[in-house]
């Protein structure tokens, strides 16, 4: 995933980074973020982890069109973050969620749930 953000960086014709570089290097953020997230919940629960990310493809997707449509790169990068920022939150919500009910607790709280 690296390589596709370098990519987008080097060759791109608009100069995203040169334009907008707080929102392509919180993406970049937000995608390590959820790889880092994965990769710490698959260790603890002794599971393998997935060797694609699920936010790769809308990547590559989001790479393909800022190639063919330059004029809308801005808002391709934008479209990205938003779909990002919702996967890992998504995903975060998730693991909460399923924490809490194995734990059969409250989230942010520290009562039990009656049984």
């Given at each position: 995933?690296?390589?596709?953000f370098w990519?987008?960086?080097?060759?791109?014709?608009t100069?995203?980074?040169?334009?907008?570089?707080?929102?392509?290097?919180?993406?970049l953020?937000?995608?390590?973020?959820?790889?880092?997230?994965r990769?710490?919940?698959?260790?603890m629960?002794?599971?393998?982890?997935?060797?694609?990310?699920p936010?790769f493809?809308?990547l590559?997707l989001?790479l393909?069109l800022?190639?063919?449509?330059?004029?809308i790169?801005?808002n391709?990068?934008?479209t990205?973050?938003?779909?990002?920022?919702?996967a890992?939150l998504?995903?975060?919500?998730?693991?909460?969620?399923?924490?809490?009910?194995?734990f059969n607790i409250y989230?942010?709280s520290?009562?039990?749930?009656?049984q």
């Amino acid at each position: 995933m690296t390589m596709l953000f370098w990519v987008w960086h080097q060759f791109s014709l608009t100069d995203i980074v040169e334009k907008e570089p707080r929102i392509f290097y919180f993406v970049l953020g937000i995608v390590f973020s959820n790889i880092s997230c994965r990769l710490i919940i698959s260790q603890m629960s002794d599971q393998p982890c997935q060797l694609l990310n699920p936010l790769f493809l809308p990547l590559l997707l989001s790479l393909s069109l800022s190639f063919l449509y330059q004029h809308i790169e801005l808002n391709i990068l934008w479209t990205y973050f938003f779909i990002s920022l919702t996967a890992h939150l998504h995903y975060g919500v998730s693991v909460v969620q399923q924490l809490c009910s194995h734990f059969n607790i409250y989230c942010f709280s520290l009562q039990k749930k009656p049984q």
